[in-house]
């Protein structure tokens, strides 16, 4: 009798989205018939004679869990293959082995700060150089692309300014180019975007966010259709060491399988709490794709089946004033991450984004995002509005839209 979950997931592949992400690599289990992937809490596995063994030696390598998980989000994506890490930057970290000295990445000058960091303080001690431009500018994009550029390095919407970056228009301008796209859809997730079907190279999630979607768990991934790059990735991956845990995988499955559910919630409720903003008079400005005058809105219409869970916004008192609110709501809870069932707030200057201080990605003091979560939309709307009454208005001028 064979061992291990199912990595074919074919027989799923005309079964919607929702369907999938219960069943696409998680058949029941065919050694006892368990209904949910078991963890396959092992470290090594049994050989049938030397170096002959059944798919599995090392769970460095490989392990059943972890592959039942790869099978679920290389179908949600609609990638041939996925690989999964134990962080978000760790999935980072592995697609740029595929950097050479000398190369270039082209990033977002409105990206997350552990992505700058890792780019520019780390691997520009091997002689790979990072620029920034506004990626969500196809003008600006074309005009920094050097001979040298091997990744254009996206995120949509970006973190934590919510702007949008048109993929296959990108993907277009690269075409006759060497360099990969490659897209974080970690503020997306799958079911509201799918980068692939739009031109992308490689998709990279922090599986710790919308996918595994409960705060109980820390991940990464990388999906993609190129089968060279994929034995290259698994050769540094396995050489490296930057493995999720079985029950890592495990949590995450749990996680994706109500994926389609939490995200229609998180959206919802991100509208009415980006409305809400609008309409008060201590914020200046609130950064939403789903706002019909937000600068990007028909792009995001376009690659996107609705506008995910996040939403920033700055006030009128500047630091003092994002301060007061982030210490007064009762509801949002102040801190890191994001895409969690439950609400957060963060001030992205001093928390997330504290590493690209001085540089051309600085985030305003002022700035406040929000992960919203599926509370009842009520008692969210109602908490922000307790604690903005707590900070001093400066200024009644009608509030502006994101630019």
């Not at 303080?121 to 990072?130: A, G, H, K, S």
């Not at 690269?174 to 490689?202: C, E, I, M, R, W």
């Not at 008079?281 to 019909?292: E, M, N, Q, S």
């Not at 990007?296 to 609110?325: C, E, I, P, W």
């Amino acid at each position: 009798m064979s061992h291990g979950p199912n990595t074919d997931a074919s027989h799923w592949d005309a079964t919607q989205f929702e369907t999938r992400a219960i069943h696409a690599g998680q058949d029941p289990d065919p050694a006892t018939g368990a209904v949910i992937t078991p963890i396959y809490q092992t470290s090594t596995y049994a050989q049938e004679s030397i170096g002959v063994f059944k798919g599995y030696e090392y769970s460095r390598t490989d392990n059943p869990t972890r592959t039942a998980l790869q099978v679920a989000l290389a179908s949600l994506e609609g990638g041939q293959w996925a690989l999964t890490y134990a962080s978000g930057l760790a999935a980072t970290q592995n697609l740029a082995y595929l950097l050479r000295p000398g190369d270039h990445v082209l990033l977002s000058n409105d990206t997350y700060g552990g992505t700058y960091r890792l780019f520019a303080r780390v691997l520009n001690n091997y002689n790979i150089e990072t620029s920034l431009a506004d990626l969500s500018n196809l003008d600006d994009v074309r005009a920094n692309i050097r001979p040298e550029t091997r990744f254009v390095w996206v995120e949509t919407p970006t973190n934590p300014y919510l702007r949008i970056v048109d993929i296959a228009g990108i993907a277009a301008l690269l075409q006759d180019h060497p360099a990969k796209l490659v897209v974080d859809n970690t503020f997306a997730s799958p079911y509201l975007q799918q980068p692939l079907a739009h031109g992308a190279d490689f998709v990279l999630h922090s599986t710790t966010k919308y996918l595994g979607g409960h705060s109980d768990v820390v991940g990464g991934a990388v999906i993609g259709n190129d089968l060279e790059a994929l034995e290259t990735l698994k050769f540094h991956q396995n050489a490296a060491g930057a493995v999720p845990g079985p029950f890592d995988c495990w949590l995450t499955l749990r996680g994706i399988k109500t994926l389609g559910v939490r995200m229609r919630q998180h959206s919802a409720n991100a509208r009415a709490v980006a409305e809400m903003l609008l309409e008060h008079p201590a914020v200046d400005r609130v950064y939403y794709p789903g706002l019909l005058d937000h600068p990007s809105h028909d792009v995001a219409a376009r690659q996107m089946s609705d506008f995910s869970g996040m939403v920033s916004f700055t006030l009128r008192g500047g630091y003092d004033a994002a301060a007061t609110l982030a210490e007064s709501t009762k509801i949002f809870t102040l801190a890191e991450s994001l895409g969690g069932v439950e609400s957060l707030l963060e001030h992205p200057a001093k928390m997330t984004h504290a590493s690209v201080s001085g540089t051309a990605a600085e985030v305003e003091d002022s700035l406040i995002r929000l992960s919203v979560g599926i509370e009842h939309v009520d008692d969210l709307v109602a908490d922000l509005e307790q604690a903005l009454a707590k900070v001093s208005v400066t200024s009644r001028e009608p509030v502006a839209a994101s630019t």
